[in-house]
């Protein structure tokens, strides 16, 4: 874990809500020069606390109107392989994560879908047809509000 002082907390706020921005418009938020700026932005690249950037898509402009997150209890633990499971489920383009988690389930899914009867036919015919895959327990996204993370946002 990597010592960050308030310029580099706000440079990661500042990346974190648009990727996109440039060296020069992170230091004019900074109070610092554009090489400055991309000095910092580099080590911190350099050191992992960026990862690198990630499009989100509006998935219901895209057509697909329903998110379900899926709890998956895997049925046959010893018979089939976590990778074997994991390889398989991350093949369906319709899930958009996979998390192997510790609890009631073994894997939490987000599944989207075009509408109800669309999510029916890739619960059936895919995820319930995986290998090792047991019960299951599905619960319909109602909305999602946004939350800034860890580092709280900007300002």
């Not at 440039?22 to 991309?38: D, E, I, K, Y």
């Not at 988690?101 to 895919?126: I, K, N, Q, S, W």
Request: aromatic share 4%.
């Amino acid at each position: 874990m990597m010592d960050l002082d308030d310029i580099d907390l706000t440079i990661l706020r500042l990346l974190s809500e648009d990727g996109t921005q440039g060296a020069g418009a992170v230091g004019r938020a900074c109070g610092l020069s554009q090489p400055a700026a991309w000095r910092r932005i580099k080590r911190l690249r350099d050191s992992g606390a960026i990862l690198g950037l990630r499009l989100c898509l509006d998935a219901e402009q895209l057509g697909f109107g329903v998110t379900v997150f899926l709890g998956v209890k895997l049925a046959t633990k010893g018979r089939v392989s976590l990778e074997d499971f994991e390889r398989a489920v991350s093949a369906i383009p319709e899930v958009q994560t996979v998390e192997h988690v510790l609890g009631l389930y073994d894997y939490r899914l987000r599944v989207v879908a075009r509408d109800l009867p669309d999510f029916e036919r890739v619960l059936r015919r895919r995820i319930m047809t995986l290998p090792g895959a047991g019960e299951v327990e599905a619960n319909v996204l109602l909305s999602e509000e946004r939350r800034p993370g860890p580092l709280g946002s900007a300002g």
